[in-house]
């Protein structure tokens, strides 16, 4: 903005010509130009900040787009100069706003001047009135699950929780109850506990009444709890925004939060204030406009009493709609639940190291959304600022955790996949005839690819890893089983000797090395499956190491692919508008088959028998240990990236063997073996979803961390053992 005003410009127009320059420099928003065509009284009178502020301030609440204008009568009184004329100011909320027998008056002073007023921006605008757009937004609409369950409530009853440590029987029984209560880990709860004294009652949790309900008679009993009289009570309600399940799908629903103080310009186009409650992420902030619907609008000129001058404009609104997911509200809950009380169980051991993880269920028939959940998650509530937590405090607590709470690990997040990738590999050589389904191929501890160009000496099996048997002759599907590593450097190998690219290309069309295409979640990670440079690098992708890279999602998207018979299907996760019986119920996506890449048949069903044997053949499978008292049968694969640090667990799998109806894939970062980690969570899973009696987590969790060994330190051992 200038210091001093612009020197007037002499203009010897006719009135009508000056005011059609002031009309083109206004729609173009150029004031210097405007003002330079005001009168010299005007000038004294609105300071050039003091005129730009006025017009940048009816902008701002008009939405200002463009003027255009059309000139009716001019009356001359002496050097005074009368111009009628009517405007149409164009707005992107209001639309044409008309602004008829508006009046100009004009002094020559050596050429015709505007005596300019702030009535010549809007009719009656003056120091006494103000510009308004009252809105009246309607109650927002809830989020359902695909069989019409609640997600997130408008009006819903909410739960805050408080303690006093000296009223419970034991600190750490509540401090177990509140973890399983809420999906936290137990240290994080004994570091809140530990900000305050015994006797202090302090703030713990919100949540809603499902889930209060599930837990109240073991908080009431480890954590004395319960309801009391008065404002001291450690059960206080309220009714606001609330969200089923403390967090079991944050990173999904989303959640709601005041109008950040940054994005306020670009709310206010959308008729909101500052201090209101919107959309902030996942379906919520994606689908604002269906969930809040758009109010009625008015732009209208009020007195400073209230009283409305004159009524410009309106804008017509849109009601409300519910949306309907294709999450299945208790798959999600029991997938987030285990995860959480997985890691919470084994502090002691991975539990207390691990950077978090995820686990993404699909329909292999559909590409539906079953449930996707991101561990560590936070409870929603803590935006909303009707909410008893400290935000501050929350938000600050959430940002400090290196495990990245407020990342979506199922979408946002790649990871080296280790043997699980082998799937691919599998898909890919089966289709290639770079191995015949029943040839046979030596597992041992030791391979060597001199032969084919490989720049490493020596490389190893995983058993080497765990002084277990060498696997010894093995078939297509059994090396798949048995994950047997060796096998697949030959396959990487061959593949790259008789074309470098195919591993790439058969990645690509598996769906690898892009974003799904799932929308209305935020950011999707692409991966990586690089181009191999040399023979070293394509043995190394072959097994999942390397130049690779994938998304919890893809795995799952590649688990349903081998289960329904070579079909890639488009993921998605909102399927209706409205909800299921009333008048606004309809259908905004629905299954859509992405690709079907040339895979043979053979190839499909090579994987589908490896992956089955994981689950199911004893000494050979990498699973079996985990389901073989199992009721049911799943088929799967292991998975153990190496790292820098601590590996990767993986598992994906699908479910039940025959006619499979889910595809799972699941990774714990920086944990231990995959058939250790999250094949147990996902046995867990089908444990509680199908009804059946639950199996223990492993022991071993509770006790203390051993370090897993790295290839190279393995083969270091055996070759010292060697000689």
């Given at each position: 903005?200038?210091?001093?005003?612009?020197?007037?410009?002499?203009?010897?127009?006719?009135?009508?010509a000056?005011?059609?320059?002031?009309?083109?420099?206004?729609?173009?928003?150029?004031?210097?130009?405007?003002?330079?065509?005001?009168?010299?009284r005007?000038?004294?009178?609105?300071?050039?900040p003091?005129?730009?502020?006025?017009?940048?301030?009816?902008?701002?609440?008009?939405r200002?787009?463009?003027?255009?204008?059309?000139?009716?009568?001019?009356?001359?009184?002496?050097?005074?100069?009368?111009?009628?004329?009517?405007?149409?100011?164009?707005?992107?909320?209001?639309?044409?706003i008309?602004?008829?027998?508006?009046?100009?008056?004009?002094?020559?002073?050596?050429g015709?001047?505007?005596?300019?007023?702030?009535?010549?921006?809007?009719?009656?605008?003056?120091?006494?009135?103000?510009?308004?757009v009252p809105?009246?937004?309607?109650?927002?609409?809830?989020?359902?699950?695909?069989?019409?369950k609640?997600?997130?409530?408008?009006?819903?009853?909410v739960?805050?929780?408080?303690?006093?440590?000296?009223?419970?029987?034991?600190?750490?029984d509540?401090?177990?109850?509140?973890?399983?209560?809420?999906?936290?880990?137990?240290?994080d709860?004994?570091?809140?506990?530990?900000?305050?004294?015994?006797?202090?009652?302090?703030?713990?949790?919100?949540?809603g009444?499902?889930?209060?309900?599930?837990?109240?008679?073991?908080?009431?009993?480890?954590?004395?709890?319960?309801?009391?009289?008065?404002?001291?009570?450690?059960?206080l309600?309220?009714?606001?925004?609330?969200?089923?399940?403390?967090g079991?799908?944050?990173?999904?629903?989303?959640?709601?939060?005041?109008?950040?103080?940054?994005?306020?310009?670009?709310?206010?186009?959308?008729g909101?204030?500052?201090?209101?409650?919107?959309?902030?992420?996942?379906?919520?902030?994606?689908?604002?406009?269906?969930?809040?619907?758009?109010?009625?609008?008015?732009?209208?000129?009020?007195?400073?009493?209230?009283?409305?001058?004159?009524?410009?404009?309106?804008a017509?609104?849109?009601?409300?709609s519910?949306?309907?997911?294709?999450?299945?509200?208790?798959?999600q809950?029991?997938?987030?639940?285990?995860?959480?009380?997985?890691v919470?169980?084994?502090?002691?051991?991975?539990?207390?190291?691990?950077?978090?993880?995820?686990?993404?269920?699909?329909?292999?028939?559909?590409?539906?959304?079953?449930?996707?959940?991101?561990?560590?998650?936070?409870?929603?509530?803590?935006f909303?600022?009707e909410?008893?937590?400290?935000?501050?405090n929350?938000i600050?607590?959430?940002?400090?955790?290196?495990?990245g709470?407020?990342?979506?690990?199922?979408?946002?997040?790649?990871?080296?996949?280790?043997?699980?990738?082998?799937i691919?590999?599998?898909?890919?050589?089966?289709?290639?005839?770079?191995?015949?389904?029943?040839?046979?191929?030596?597992?041992?501890?030791?391979?060597?690819?001199?032969?084919?160009?490989?720049?490493?000496?020596?490389?190893?099996?995983?058993?080497?890893?765990?002084?277990?048997?060498?696997?010894?002759?093995?078939?297509?599907?059994?090396?798949?089983?048995?994950?047997?590593?060796?096998?697949?450097?030959?396959?990487?190998?061959?593949?790259?000797?008789?074309?470098?690219?195919?591993?790439?290309?058969?990645?690509?069309?598996?769906?690898?090395?892009?974003?799904?295409?799932l929308?209305?979640?935020?950011i999707?990670?692409?991966?990586?499956?690089?181009?191999p440079?040399?023979?070293?690098?394509?043995?190394?992708?072959?097994?999942?190491?390397?130049?690779?890279?994938?998304t919890?999602?893809?795995?799952?998207?590649?688990?349903?692919?081998?289960?329904?018979?070579?079909?890639?299907?488009?993921?998605y996760?909102?399927?209706?508008?409205?909800?299921?019986?009333?008048?606004?119920?309809?259908?905004l996506?629905?299954?859509?088959?992405?690709?079907?890449?040339?895979?043979?048949?053979e190839?499909?069903?090579?994987?589908?028998?490896?992956?089955?044997m994981?689950?199911?053949?004893r000494?050979?499978?990498?699973?079996?240990?985990?389901?073989?008292?199992?009721?049911?049968?799943?088929?799967?694969?292991?998975g153990?990236?190496?790292?820098?640090?601590?590996?990767?667990?993986?598992?994906?799998?699908?479910?039940?063997?025959?006619?499979?109806?889910?595809?799972?894939?699941?990774?714990?970062?920086?944990?231990?073996?995959?058939?250790?980690?999250?094949?147990?969570?996902?046995?867990?899973?089908?444990?509680?979803?199908?009804?059946?009696?639950?199996?223990?987590f492993p022991?071993?969790?509770?006790?203390?961390?051993?370090p897993?060994?790295?290839?190279?330190?393995?083969?270091?051992?055996?070759l010292?053992?060697?000689?």
């Open positions: 903005m200038p210091s001093s005003a612009p020197a007037a410009a002499s203009t010897s127009g006719e009135p009508a000056v005011l059609s320059a002031f009309i083109e420099a206004w729609s173009g928003e150029d004031y210097e130009a405007m003002y330079a065509l005001l009168a010299q005007s000038r004294e009178l609105y300071p050039l003091r005129f730009i502020e006025q017009y940048t301030d009816a902008h701002s609440v008009v200002f787009a463009g003027v255009r204008h059309t000139v009716g009568g001019l009356t001359h009184q002496g050097s005074t100069a009368i111009l009628r004329y009517d405007i149409v100011i164009e707005s992107p909320a209001f639309g044409e008309a602004d008829e027998e508006r009046v100009m008056r004009l002094v020559n002073e050596n015709w001047k505007i005596a300019w007023s702030s009535m010549d921006i809007f009719e009656g605008l003056s120091g006494r009135t103000r510009l308004t809105a009246d937004f309607p109650e927002r609409a809830n989020i359902y699950d695909r069989n019409g609640l997600l997130a409530e408008e009006g819903g009853e739960y805050s929780l408080y303690v006093v440590q000296q009223d419970m029987a034991n600190v750490e509540c401090l177990a109850t509140l973890a399983a209560a809420t999906l936290r880990q137990i240290s709860l004994r570091g809140l506990f530990a900000n305050y004294l015994a006797e202090t009652r302090f703030h713990v949790a919100e949540m009444p499902a889930r209060y309900g599930r837990y109240r008679e073991a908080l009431a009993a480890d954590c004395a709890i319960a309801r009391t009289e008065g404002l001291f009570s450690k059960v309600t309220y009714n606001s925004r609330s969200y089923y399940g403390h079991i799908a944050t990173h999904l629903v989303g959640y709601i939060g005041a109008v950040p103080a940054d994005e306020l310009e670009r709310w206010e186009a959308r909101r204030s500052a201090g209101d409650l919107v959309g902030r992420a996942g379906i919520e902030a994606s689908y604002e406009d269906v969930l809040a619907g758009r109010p009625q609008r008015y732009l209208r000129l009020v007195e400073s009493g209230g009283r409305v001058i004159r009524e410009l404009a309106g017509p609104g849109t009601a409300p519910a949306i309907t997911l294709t999450i299945d509200r208790d798959l809950e029991t997938v987030a639940q285990a995860m959480a009380d997985a919470s169980y084994a502090v002691p051991n991975w539990g207390g190291i691990t950077g978090g993880g995820a686990i993404a269920a699909l329909n292999v028939n559909t590409g539906e959304v079953l449930a996707l959940a991101s561990y560590p998650s936070f409870d929603p509530h803590i909303n600022p909410t008893s937590y400290n935000i501050g929350a600050l607590r959430l940002d400090r955790d290196i495990r709470p407020f990342t979506n690990k199922a979408l946002a997040e790649q990871y080296t996949p280790g043997s699980v990738y082998k691919v590999t599998t898909l890919a050589a089966a289709s290639e005839g770079i191995w015949g389904r029943n040839e046979i191929f030596d597992c041992g501890y030791i391979w060597s690819g001199a032969e084919y160009g490989d720049s490493e000496r020596r490389r190893t099996d995983w058993r080497l890893l765990e002084d277990r048997e060498a696997t010894g002759p093995v078939t297509m599907p059994e090396a798949l089983a048995a994950s047997c590593n060796p096998f697949f450097y030959e396959m990487g190998a061959l593949m790259y000797r008789e074309d470098p690219m195919m591993q790439v290309r058969y990645a690509e069309m598996l769906g690898f090395g892009r974003p799904s295409g929308a209305g979640l935020g999707e990670a692409a991966g990586t499956v690089a181009p440079g040399e023979p070293a690098a394509a043995i190394n992708n072959a097994i999942g190491q390397g130049e690779v890279t994938v919890v999602l893809q795995m799952a998207q590649l688990a349903a692919l081998v289960a329904n018979g070579g079909k890639l299907y488009q993921p996760v909102v399927s209706h508008r409205g909800r299921a019986g009333e008048a606004d119920f309809a259908l996506n629905e299954p859509t088959l992405r690709e079907e890449p040339p895979l043979s048949q190839a499909l069903q090579v994987a589908r028998d490896g992956m089955c994981v689950t199911t053949v000494d050979l499978g990498t699973a079996e240990f985990v389901f073989r008292s199992a009721p049911y049968q799943v088929c799967g694969k292991t153990t990236a190496e790292t820098a640090g601590n590996p990767h667990a993986w598992f994906v799998a699908f479910s039940p063997r025959e006619n499979p109806e889910i595809a799972f894939a699941g990774v714990m970062a920086h944990s231990r073996e995959g058939s250790e980690v999250v094949a147990p969570m996902i046995r867990r899973i089908l444990d509680v979803y199908d009804g059946h009696p639950v199996e223990p022991e071993w969790w509770a006790e203390a961390y051993v897993v060994k790295s290839q190279q330190q393995a083969l270091a051992e055996y010292a053992e060697s000689n």
